[in-house]
Nanobody, 126 residues
Framework: QVQLVESGGGLVQAGGSLRLSCAAS????????MGWFRQAPGKEREVVTA????????HYEGSVKGRFSISRDNAKNTVYLQMNSLKPEDTAVYYC???????????????????WGQGTQVTVSS
């Protein structure tokens, strides 16, 4: 049974930090690119960042560049999202997702991803 379980969300003041984790099981994690998406109320789901299977290629959405960092530990079947200098506009439900379809390039399209977690709420107060 495929599972992606996010953790680490919560309430934080603007300027603070959070570290999200996504633990994967039920599939060969090291063969999948991984992405973090977010969805705010009334908005479409958008890509935040993605990382290829080896960690050698990463992509960041413009508004999070320099503040967020994605990493993965294939031995632990876990992908992480370190979020620093958080802003109120970062408030959203954050989802991790797995993409089997590519080895180097990365996709920001939700429909390209095969598996999804249930999401974790991140709320940044001003």
């Amino acid at each position: 049974q495929v599972q992606l379980v996010e953790s680490g969300g919560g309430l934080v003041q603007a300027g603070g930090s959070l570290r999200l984790s996504c633990a994967a099981s039920g599939f060969t994690f090291s063969m999948y690119a991984m992405g973090w998406f977010r969805q705010a109320p009334g908005k479409e789901r958008e890509v935040v960042t993605a990382i290829n299977w080896s960690g050698g290629n990463t992509h960041y959405e413009g508004s999070v560049k320099g503040r967020f960092s994605i990493s993965r530990d294939n031995a632990k079947n876990t992908v992480y999202l370190q979020m620093n200098s958080l802003k109120p506009e970062d408030t959203a439900v954050y989802y991790c997702a797995a993409d089997r379809g590519r080895s180097w390039d990365l996709s920001g399209i939700p429909s390209d991803y095969d598996y999804w977690g249930q999401g974790t709420q991140v709320t940044v107060s001003s």
